[in-house]
């Protein structure tokens, strides 16, 4: 399994999805951080950090939208 995950890691597609994942995702999480403040969870289960998490998407959504 190791072998499998290193031969996708270092062929051309894992290379082009490596290098775009550094704009896609991670400003996101920081952004999110940083500029929104958010540190941790405030409720416990995973239904409820489901619930939050989506909240937190929707107002990084519509950040992004009232920017525009």
Same mark, same amino acid.
């Given at each position: @399994?190791?072998?499998?995950?290193?031969? =996708? @890691? =270092?062929?051309?597609?894992?290379? +082009? /999805?490596?290098?775009? $994942?550094?704009?896609?995702?991670?400003?996101?999480? !920081?952004?999110?951080?940083?500029?929104?403040?958010? #540190? $941790?969870?405030?409720?416990? !289960?995973?239904?409820?950090?489901?619930?939050?998490?989506?909240?937190?998407?929707? +107002? /990084?959504? =519509? $950040? #992004?939208?009232?920017? +525009?």
């Amino acid at each position: @399994l190791k072998e499998k995950a290193r031969n =996708l @890691l =270092l062929s051309e597609a894992g290379i +082009a /999805h490596r290098k775009r $994942r550094c704009w896609d995702v991670e400003a996101v999480f !920081g952004n999110i951080k940083q500029n929104m403040g958010f #540190k $941790r969870f405030m409720l416990r !289960g995973m239904e409820k950090v489901t619930t939050e998490i989506g909240l937190i998407a929707m +107002a /990084h959504n =519509l $950040r #992004k939208f009232s920017i +525009a």
